[in-house]
């Protein structure tokens, strides 16, 4: 329970519905900003929303953990001209790592997030992972990661609600989170800047920006400051529009070029996990690569994806989440 | 919507919540906090009626309320063996903590002795924080180390005291690890190598087993805390020896002699009173009881494999048991405790609510990892043989199964 609307009714569905609850709040940032899923006032939001449903509530302090499996992660990607997805870090280390081996450890049947997705069991007893009812809602991009040993045990209550419906529950129990804004933010750098944050912590990469042809158009001041596929903040002026294509960190060169640079065909993933069978090299996927892009289709060759139509190259880093039709098949990290 | 979530929800479907009832707990931590005892309820309920009065005033109701809380004063000084006027009435065992300590260092900043202060590497942080906030002052804060026993190391804090040294805070009983601390050889050596400082104790968790006329004479400022003697909630008292400079926090309309201006809350005072007569007179019997009650869990949970206690055991209040199960953490195992109604404790917790890191433990020489497992069992004068019972019955169950790999 994150203090927030869609775990509040996650754990109100699952009182009302009879189930032994047990509302857990993950304390996971304890540094200067606390503004995210983790202050004391989300904390004892999600304590009274308990309270009132009149099921038990502990923190469990993860904090340590957070910052050697999440924030030190992304601040290492950023320092290396990556784009790193810390929710899906979270989801996978936090979330349905440590959390859900305590939850078994404890006697739990199952670990109940307020996750937009949902969770079907087959006939053939796989549990599949599904979009949410509500598209434009759907979460299941930061559940790429999850497979056989964690699906069975989980659910997600609000995936079959829409937002406006959660709400509409959150309210008609008088929930004090019902009217909650909904965060939009990496948790721990809501309140700052995410150069700032990074460079605070490692410092700046200064270096050059080049165009595709190796000309240097100018200096920059960090590497940590760009990302394949920005436009904006490019520091340099070229006439057309100019897009980040390349980071290397190494030598801090920042390559940018016109949108036809940064077409590519195919991206290569890293640390691929399936729901649960790999999908076969001539399924035709839908491939997403961010949290709420619109996905283009593909398929997956080996340990690469290949799409059917040229498209802007993916920030290595960034989470590639496969699905066929609404079922997330899998995904993993472009390289 | 209905139809659609039911099917979500294949396991366990139709258990009840379950939160135990409250006959069916164990409390063990009353350490944290006491019940409030039958007599402190009773002397208390005519302040929330009849006897309303504020003392400060001069009409009949306001002179009931005084003499209220002057009669309370005095059985509060009898209880602690000082004179009427040195009880200070505060808000809590944190108030006085923060009174003592902060206000004990400005005036002796004030007149010249100097900003050196120090504390011991175990106190409370209602003391810690206050050291720590005077040195934003531009005091100098001193921490004497405690040894693997959780006990003040002597040559230590021989060696931080000096002449400039304003105030020297050491608590009695340590609120983690239960230790007693040698207050009458700390004093020798204060009284020896800074002849200008002020001892202060906190005695907040020290009332129930030992006599502070005694325990504490060798303090200038000693602090205590109503609710952890079967008294209630938001009321204390600093001792504050006649002759010891303080510097007042709350100022205003100069009740309490000027060191803490506010309406005094009577009630409190009263049932305050009213808790540490009780546990004066019934000190030896209720002492003894929860010490039996504590060594039989103690020997009881020794037979669990890779259980260690913490500290010199020797040299605790008789209501700890500190221990540490090896391989199983504290925040989980007290989840599953809970669960089956067994109530206790690790060490502090943060505003949210999540255990914090200890550092008595730390200080101690505890591993990070280590003390994430310390868990504190804490006896008191309504621990029953039941409380036992169920602890010994539950405890093992639950160290066990959660050191099942998942």
């Not at chain 1, 659910?155 to 937002?163: H, Y």
């Not at chain 2, 305050?272 to 009650?293: I, N």
Request: aromatic share 4%; hydrophobic share 45%; charged share 25%.
């Amino acid at each position: 329970m994150s203090g927030g609307v869609d775990s509040s009714v996650a754990a109100a569905l699952l009182a009302d519905a009879g189930h032994d609850v047990t509302g857990i709040t993950l304390r996971l940032w304890g540094g200067m900003s606390d503004s995210g899923c983790c202050s004391i006032g989300d904390v004892e939001d999600a304590r009274r929303v308990a309270a009132q449903l009149g099921v038990p509530h502990y923190v469990f302090d993860e904090s340590d953990e957070f910052e050697s499996r999440v924030v030190d992660p992304y601040v290492r990607a950023y320092d290396s001209g990556a784009t790193p997805n810390p929710c899906v870090a979270c989801n996978q280390e936090l979330k349905f790592g440590r959390l859900l081996d305590r939850a078994r450890v404890l006697g739990f049947d199952a670990l109940a997030t307020g996750h937009h997705a949902r969770i079907r069991r087959g006939e053939d007893g796989v549990h599949r992972l599904v979009r949410a009812r509500d598209a434009a809602k759907d979460q299941s991009y930061v559940l790429v990661g999850l497979t056989q040993r964690e699906l069975p045990s989980l659910a997600f209550p609000v995936g079959e609600l829409t937002k406006a419906d959660v709400r509409a529950y959150a309210a008609g129990l008088g929930l004090r989170t019902a009217d909650k804004p909904e965060s939009m933010d990496v948790c721990f750098v809501a309140r700052r800047d995410r150069v700032d944050f990074v460079e605070a912590r490692v410092g700046a990469r200064p270096g050059v920006v080049v165009d595709v042809d190796g000309r240097e158009l100018g200096p920059h001041d960090g590497v940590a400051r760009f990302t394949v596929g920005q436009r904006r903040g490019l520091g340099v002026a070229v006439g057309t529009r100019q897009y980040v294509v390349d980071v290397d960190a190494v030598t801090n060169v920042v390559t940018v070029g016109p949108p036809a640079a940064l077409l590519c065909e195919s991206v290569a993933l890293r640390a691929l996990t399936f729901t649960n069978e790999r999908p076969s090299s001539r399924a035709r996927l839908e491939v997403q690569v961010r949290a709420h892009g619109t996905p283009c289709a593909g398929s997956l060759v080996e340990d690469r994806v290949e799409f059917v139509d040229p498209t802007p190259k993916v920030a290595p880093g960034q989470i590639v989440a496969l699905y066929e039709g609404d079922e997330l098949v899998g995904g993993g990290v472009a390289a | 919507m209905t139809a659609d979530t039911e099917r979500t929800l294949e396991w366990g479907a139709g258990v009840p919540s379950y939160t135990p009832p409250v006959s069916m707990t164990a409390y063990l931590d009353h350490a944290a906090t006491t019940p409030v005892r039958p007599e402190v309820r009773a002397a208390m309920a005519p302040h929330y009626d009849a006897a309303f009065g504020n003392p400060s005033g001069t009409h009949s109701v306001a002179r009931r309320a005084k003499t209220a809380l002057e009669e309370a004063r005095e059985e509060i000084a009898a209880g602690l063996g000082c004179e009427p006027g040195e009880v200070v009435v505060t808000g809590g065992g944190t108030e006085a903590d923060n009174l003592a300590v902060i206000g004990a260092a400005r005036a002796a900043a004030r007149a010249g002795r100097g900003r050196r202060i120090v504390v011991t590497a175990i106190e409370h942080k209602a003391v810690s924080a206050a050291a720590e906030a005077l040195r934003f002052d531009g005091f100098e804060v001193r921490v004497v180390r405690v040894g693997p026993d959780g006990i003040v190391d002597l040559d230590d804090l021989a060696a931080v005291l000096d002449p400039e040294t304003v105030v020297v805070s050491t608590m009695l009983v340590n609120n983690e690890v239960g230790t007693i601390q040698p207050l009458a050889e700390i004093a020798e050596r204060v009284r020896a190598l800074a002849p200008h400082a002020v001892l202060h104790t906190d005695a907040v968790q020290a009332v129930p087993w030992l006599d502070l006329a005694a325990a504490a004479m060798p303090a200038d400022l000693v602090s205590v805390s109503a609710h952890k003697f079967g008294g209630p909630k938001g009321v204390g008292a600093l001792v504050v020896r006649t002759g010891v400079e303080l510097e007042p926090l709350a100022v205003g309309g100069g009740q309490e002699r000027g060191l803490r201006s506010g309406t005094v809350d009577v009630a409190g005072a009263v049932g305050m009173a009213a808790a540490l007569r009780v546990t004066t007179e019934r000190r030896g019997a209720e002492a003894a009881g929860a010490t039996a009650l504590r060594d039989r869990l103690a020997a009881g949970l020794a037979i669990v494999p890779g259980v260690l206690s913490t500290g010199d055991r020797a040299r605790v209040i008789g209501g700890n048991h500190h221990v540490r199960f090896a391989g199983v953490a504290a925040e989980t195992l007290l989840v599953a405790l809970d669960r089956e109604g067994v109530c206790a404790a690790a060490g502090s917790s943060c505003a949210s609510g999540a255990l914090e890191p200890s550092h008595v433990l730390a200080a101690m020489g505890l591993s990070r990892g280590d003390a994430r497992q310390a868990v504190r069992f804490s006896f008191g004068y309504a621990s029953t043989d039941a409380d036992v019972d169920r602890a010994l019955d539950v405890v093992p169950r639950a160290v066990a199964r959660l050191r099942r790999p998942g």
